[in-house]
């Protein structure tokens, strides 16, 4: 599975070591993969041609699964220096039904959203002719999210976890989670690392975790996260750590939290 979208600049990279997997070496089949990309909230005037862009980017005819990363409009503003944000004043209905002609259309195999909490999917679930296969939300033991990820089994939506070990791309302001009490115990009970535990928590909640490191050591150690178990109390102990604790809640965008 390859977690992509406009937003992290990271399809063009992505789409040329595709190419010359499945065009060049013929090592790799396309069905072999799992691709998925992201409408970023100023592209949503226009969801076909910024699926194509990124379709474009990726070097792929289709996307697995397209997602809309943000349940707001807005684009950025230069003033001089400054950076504002205004709305653009365009409906979530509005967006999906051009998210469900993508399928029609055969760009995407599949469609879901990412950050949405029970009342935005709720509501989407009123409109929807194709519902959303997934929901990408922050999810460790800090930000557990469990009403959610209960409505979203409940419903048929799969719960993919984004910062699974709760580290962001500011480390520095970041809790280490991985010296809790609770994950520290479970290390050492199972042989494993902090992170470990922490991936394997979200396996045994019903989640798909998407840790990111470019650093084969790590990129394995991730892989053996697989191969034990954590018992019912390790899961509870764990879950009690929640104290909704976000490492992504941009305030800059509106000025207050987006989860308010």
Avoid at 76 to 84: H, Q, S
Avoid at 138 to 149: F, G, I, M, W
Avoid at 233 to 251: H, K, M, N, Q
């Amino acid at each position: 599975m390859l977690d992509c979208a406009s937003r992290y600049k990271n399809e063009e990279i992505v789409g040329q070591a595709l190419h010359e997997l499945i065009n060049v070496d013929k090592s790799v089949q396309r069905s072999d993969l799992f691709v998925i990309s992201k409408v970023w909230q100023d592209e949503v005037e226009d969801v076909e041609a910024a699926c194509k862009r990124s379709l474009e980017k990726l070097k792929v005819d289709y996307l697995d699964l397209y997602l809309v990363h943000w349940p707001i409009s807005l684009r950025e503003v230069k003033e001089g220096d400054v950076t504002k944000y205004e709305r653009i004043p365009i409906p979530m209905h509005k967006i999906w039904e051009q998210m469900e002609a993508l399928v029609e259309k055969g760009l995407v195999k599949s469609i879901g959203v990412s950050n949405f909490n029970v009342q935005l999917l709720w509501d989407n679930l009123s409109y929807a002719k194709i519902k959303p296969v997934v929901n990408e939300i922050e999810l460790h033991p800090l930000c557990a999210q469990t009403e959610l990820v209960g409505f979203l089994k409940t419903t048929g939506i799969v719960p993919i976890g984004y910062c699974p070990i709760a580290r962001g791309a500011d480390t520095s302001a970041c809790p280490d989670l991985s010296q809790h009490t609770a994950v520290k115990s479970a290390a050492e009970k199972h042989g494993k690392s902090g992170p470990q535990v922490l991936l394997n928590w979200g396996l045994s909640r019903g989640h798909v975790v998407i840790p990111r490191s470019s650093n084969m050591d790590r990129l394995k150690e991730n892989i053996e996260s697989l191969n034990f178990q954590l018992s019912t109390s390790e899961i509870e102990a764990l879950t009690a750590v929640d104290e909704g604790y976000r490492i992504c809640d941009p305030p800059q965008w509106m000025g207050h939290s987006l989860f308010a």
